[in-house]
């Protein structure tokens, strides 16, 4: 392969990956890359709550000095926090935020796509929408490299760039778990596809030794010439080999070398392509051949006359296993060179005896970083234990990782080894345990409040109870994501947490001083004890005030729907209100009696409801109250007055009846004057009664 990576991994990769477990904006809240990079890992730490005030300090300035807003704008940075309720404690950082949350969002929709499919069932339109993991983590990278370009010409570049490292290693644990498990192109032999992730993601190859190379006179005798041609034959770059060689046929002026050196080319013509290579037994024959003609050569004396180097790349070739272990310092390089020459066709199956050698050679001894725990895992095609350390390094990496390995039927319950979920009796899918944990990870940032929704709902049964308790606590801020959180939960049939939410709106538009909508809240929450409240402190408003001037309110209340007594109750006492203000005594009236009649109204109203009752009793332009009507108002007062609860109810009446200093007494005695009202009122309508007889007679 000749293809020059687009995108060199840092230098400081390898300082990177000693580290067991790295956050980033990913789990934000993230941490800057200057010193108070620290204070996010105090947070998590439980042995440090005593050092919390004399440690957290933004010492040097997260911003710098001379920077301007713009550059800091730009750079899409912004300050943060992240308080702990335990200890009451906030710590300020700095995070990554407009860049970073757009590629959360755009993986989290590749992830809804993809989880809807069945890769085997599809497999065209999933590998469409699978693709676009990789794609999105490309891009990402390259962004971060503009910025991390930026941050040097801004003489920024004492910052580690821990999110770029971060990208790094997503994209090359993506790759190589793309052509292990899910064969990302199945008409390319898996050695092929080992020798374009090692290009892309694998350190330890520099591609401008090869360009000053074409610019020296003397090539052939140039110190860096036999150690790059023996670099790109480990890396199987047959393109740059045959192109440096050819250059050098043609400008070197000694014959005999240049025969050598065609001699050389000749043999290297013959390499392992992709066009060549398959599982065909004739594919095999012409490598089975080309290898002998390699070894026919190292006994040329042609080979002499090129030297020692060339005969090591040579020995490579032929897939000579120790040539190759002692030709490079990378086990990556080394395991890539071994499976590409030896047997170029070979299948994933046949990979384990090959790592089981590099990692005997290169490992041993030495601590192993995380990051090679996880490539080691992915290439003895162990989908458990990939997880598993995938679970240490990052919380994106392993959800999105062990979605797409249950697709393919990877992962197995009956498999799992997996301490931290064996503990807690997980009783769910691997997959749905880091779904949940990636979604928890995010659930600081408010912003992103539908992408973690989406998460959990898309993570089993344990993943919904949660989504149920998450969605009561996320702040709501504005009436537009108020109604978005409600449609979400509408939609998704999460009743509880719709009721809760209601609840929690209920109690803002309540404060606000919009009844109407507070009242429709609860009663979508199914809380009558919310709803008598709201109606009980309307009504206490009225009594202090002696008027109903929540006209706005009022009318919200006269349109809702609904047999909640209390609801009723005011609606048909606003009613009366509204009709008496209209002149409509006779409506006001049966109104009135209706609300007694019926039972809508509590009896701690009663006393209330006679006195409102007082004008129209004294009416002198007609009755307004049959003897029926007045009955029931009469039995209604006597049950007032034998009431336990009296005293209570007495005090309610209205400042505009009775003061608030008045006794039980005197506020008793305020009810003989409805008593007696009464008693006027039945006479009256006897009389009423016998003037309608009359009437009738005279009729007949």
């Known amino acids: 392969m000749s293809s020059i990576p687009l995108i060199h991994p840092s230098s400081s990769l390898s300082t990177f990956t000693q580290h067991p477990q790295k956050r980033s904006?990913?789990?934000?809240?993230?941490?800057?890359?200057?010193?108070?990079?620290?204070?996010?890992?105090?947070?998590?730490?439980?042995?440090?709550?005593?050092?919390?005030?004399?440690t957290l300090h933004l010492n040097p300035s997260p911003i710098g000095k001379g920077t301007k807003a713009q550059k800091w704008t730009a750079s899409n940075r912004t300050i943060g926090s992240a308080f702990r309720p335990s200890t009451n404690e906030i710590a300020v950082f700095v995070a990554g935020k407009k860049a970073a949350e757009e590629f959360i969002t755009q993986m989290f929709e590749v992830f809804i796509k993809t989880t809807a499919l069945d890769p085997y069932k599809s497999p065209e339109l999933y590998k469409i929408h699978y693709d676009q993991y990789y794609e999105g983590i490309h891009g990402h990278l390259l962004h971060l490299c503009d910025v991390s370009k930026d941050d040097m010409e801004t003489e920024d570049a004492s910052k580690s760039n821990q999110e770029l490292e971060l990208m790094e290693a997503f994209a090359s644990i993506w790759q190589l778990a793309d052509s292990m498990f899910f064969t990302a192109n199945e008409m390319m032999p898996i050695a092929f596809m080992l020798v374009d992730w090692l290009a892309k993601h694998v350190t330890g190859f520099d591609m401008q030794v090869g360009e000053s190379l074409l610019g020296a006179t003397?090539?052939?005798?140039?110190?860096?010439?036999?150690?790059?041609?023996?670099?790109?034959?480990?890396?199987?770059?047959?393109?740059?080999?045959?192109?440096?060689?050819?250059?050098?046929?043609?400008?070197?002026?000694?014959?005999?070398?240049?025969d050598a050196l065609e001699a050389f080319l000749k043999?290297?013509?013959?390499?392992?392509?992709?066009?060549?290579?398959?599982?065909?037994?004739?594919?095999?024959?012409?490598?089975?051949?080309?290898?002998?003609?390699?070894?026919?050569?190292?006994?040329?004396p042609k080979?002499?006359?090129?030297?020692?180097?060339?005969?090591?790349?040579?020995?490579?070739?032929?897939?000579?296993?120790?040539?190759?272990?002692?030709?490079?310092?990378?086990?990556?390089?080394?395991?890539?060179?071994?499976?590409?020459?030896?047997?170029?066709?070979?299948?994933?199956?046949?990979?384990?005896?090959?790592?089981?050698?590099?990692?005997?050679?290169?490992?041993?001894?030495?601590?192993?970083?995380?990051?090679?725990?996880?490539?080691?895992?992915?290439?003895?095609?162990d989908p458990i234990t990939t997880?598993?350390?995938?679970?240490?390094?990052?919380?994106?990496?392993?959800?999105?990782?062990?979605?797409?390995?249950?697709?393919?039927?990877?992962?197995?319950?009956?498999?799992i080894h997996l301490q931290d979920i064996a503990a807690m009796g997980w009783d769910s899918d691997i997959r749905d345990f880091f779904i949940m944990s990636y979604a928890q990870s995010l659930m600081s940032n408010p912003t992103l409040w539908e992408v973690i929704a989406g998460y959990l709902l898309n993570s089993g049964h344990s993943g919904r109870a949660m989504l149920s308790e998450w969605l009561c606590h996320v702040p709501l801020g504005s009436s537009e994501k108020a109604q978005k959180v409600l449609k979400f939960c509408k939609d998704n049939g999460l009743t509880d947490s719709l009721r809760s939410i209601h609840r929690v709106m209920g109690v803002e538009e309540e404060k606000w001083g919009h009844y109407g909508l507070a009242l429709q809240h609860f009663m979508t929450s199914k809380d009558p004890d919310q709803v008598a409240r709201v109606v009980d402190n309307l009504m206490l408003r009225y009594l202090a005030s002696g008027s109903l001037d929540l006209e706005d309110s009022l009318d919200a209340i006269q349109g809702l729907t609904?047999?909640?007594?209390?609801?009723?109750?005011?609606?048909?006492?606003?009613?009366?209100?509204?009709?008496?203000?209209?002149?409509?005594?006779?409506?006001?009236?049966?109104?009135?009696?209706?609300?007694?009649?019926?039972?809508?109204?509590?009896?701690?109203?009663?006393?209330?409801?006679?006195?409102?009752?007082?004008?129209?009793?004294?009416?002198?332009?007609?009755?307004?109250?049959?003897?029926?009507?007045?009955?029931?108002?009469?039995?209604?007062?006597?049950?007032?007055?034998?009431?336990?609860?009296?005293?209570e109810y007495l005090q309610l009446l209205p400042t505009k009846v009775s003061s608030r200093e008045s006794s039980v007494e005197e506020k008793e005695y305020q009810l003989d004057i409805v008593r007696m009202s009464l008693v006027r009122n039945l006479s009256r309508s006897f009389v009423h009664i016998s003037d309608m007889d009359t009437d009738m007679s005279m009729a007949i």
Request: include cysteine; proline fraction near 3%; aromatic fraction near 10%.
């Open 218 to 258: 003397r090539r052939l005798s140039h110190p860096d010439f036999w150690p790059y041609i023996i670099q790109c034959v480990l890396r199987g770059m047959k393109i740059s080999i045959v192109f440096m060689l050819e250059q050098t046929v043609n400008d070197e002026e000694n014959e005999d070398d240049a």
């Open 562 to 647: 609904s047999r909640n007594p209390h609801i009723e109750f005011l609606q048909n006492y606003v009613q009366f209100h509204f009709d008496y203000k209209d002149g409509k005594i006779k409506e006001a009236g049966e109104n009135l009696v209706s609300l007694l009649k019926t039972g809508t109204a509590p009896m701690k109203y009663w006393a209330v409801l006679m006195f409102d009752a007082l004008p129209l009793l004294e009416n002198k332009n007609g009755l307004v109250f049959d003897a029926n009507d007045t009955y029931v108002m009469m039995r209604c007062l006597e049950d007032l007055v034998g009431s336990q609860h009296k005293s």
């Open 387 to 415: 997880v598993r350390h995938c679970g240490s390094f990052h919380p994106w990496l392993v959800a999105h990782l062990a979605d797409v390995l249950q697709q393919y039927g990877y992962l197995d319950m009956s498999d």
């Open 303 to 381: 080979l002499t006359r090129l030297g020692a180097e060339a005969k090591t790349a040579l020995k490579i070739m032929t897939g000579d296993v120790d040539a190759i272990l002692n030709a490079t310092d990378i086990w990556e390089e080394a395991f890539s060179a071994i499976t590409f020459y030896t047997d170029p066709n070979c299948t994933r199956d046949a990979l384990e005896p090959i790592l089981r050698i590099c990692v005997s050679h290169y490992l041993e001894g030495r601590d192993v970083s995380l990051l090679e725990k996880i490539k080691i895992a992915i290439l003895g095609m």
């Open 25 to 54: 904006i990913f789990s934000d809240p993230t941490v800057d890359r200057n010193d108070a990079s620290i204070v996010q890992d105090l947070l998590n730490d439980q042995d440090n709550e005593d050092e919390y005030i004399s």
């Open 267 to 300: 043999v290297v013509r013959g390499m392992p392509s992709e066009e060549t290579t398959g599982a065909d037994i004739k594919s095999q024959e012409r490598h089975r051949k080309w290898v002998e003609q390699c070894l026919l050569f190292m006994k040329s």
